[in-house]
């Protein structure tokens, strides 16, 4: 939304400030999203967590989905150079390859990924634990991927099974 309110038109001016901001704020999204998961998954562990399914099942899918949205920005800011780069080709390779991309008769000539393709693609990978319909090419984005369905699935089969223990 910070970035948004900035910069509400596309993105296709270098801005140093810009770029930082972006990076930033998903580096202390990722580093407060990580430390929700460790607390979470230590208090499960330890029996420490919840004894009531709703509030622990509240607090799962909240980390779920900053899981969410926080993938989508660093996929969104790294994704053939960020969005600047994108906007101006300045890159040749994509990280991602988007159906658009596969089937060029099927989009827009014009079509270039933007924020909300890339919040599905976290979205698709957070459910199904691994690429859909959007393939990861560089190395980089598959590890970025990867890392991703790790703490979705450590989350929800954690979260859940505890869930579904204390349900009464």
């Given at each position: 939304?910070?970035?948004?309110?900035?910069?509400?038109?596309?993105i296709n001016r270098e801005?140093?400030?810009?770029?930082?901001?972006?990076?930033?704020?998903?580096?202390?999204?990722?580093?407060?999203?990580?430390?929700?998961?460790?607390?979470?998954?230590?208090?499960?562990?330890?029996?420490?967590?919840?004894?009531?399914?709703?509030?622990?099942?509240?607090?799962?899918?909240?980390?779920?989905?900053?899981?969410?949205?926080?993938?989508?920005?660093?996929?969104?800011?790294?994704?053939?150079?960020?969005?600047?780069?994108?906007?101006?080709?300045?890159?040749?390779?994509?990280?991602?390859?988007?159906?658009?991309?596969?089937?060029?008769?099927?989009?827009?000539?014009?079509?270039?990924?933007?924020?909300?393709?890339?919040?599905?693609?976290?979205?698709?990978?957070?459910?199904?634990?691994?690429?859909?319909?959007?393939?990861?090419?560089?190395?980089?984005?598959?590890?970025?991927?990867?890392?991703?369905?790790?703490?979705?699935?450590?989350?929800?089969?954690?979260?859940?099974?505890?869930?579904?223990?204390i349900l009464k």
């Open positions: 939304l910070a970035l948004v309110l900035i910069n509400p038109h596309r801005s140093r400030v810009l770029r930082l901001l972006g990076l930033t704020l998903a580096g202390v999204l990722s580093l407060a999203n990580a430390w929700s998961v460790v607390r979470l998954v230590t208090g499960l562990v330890q029996g420490t967590e919840r004894s009531s399914a709703g509030p622990l099942l509240v607090s799962g899918g909240i980390i779920w989905l900053t899981n969410v949205i926080v993938f989508g920005l660093w996929y969104w800011e790294f994704d053939r150079g960020g969005p600047v780069a994108r906007a101006n080709a300045t890159r040749m390779y994509p990280d991602f390859q988007f159906v658009q991309m596969a089937s060029p008769q099927m989009a827009p000539p014009d079509w270039e990924p933007a924020f909300s393709d890339y919040l599905y693609l976290a979205f698709t990978n957070a459910s199904a634990f691994s690429p859909t319909d959007t393939m990861p090419l560089s190395r980089w984005a598959k590890m970025a991927m990867t890392g991703q369905a790790a703490v979705s699935i450590v989350t929800v089969a954690l979260v859940v099974a505890r869930a579904v223990n």
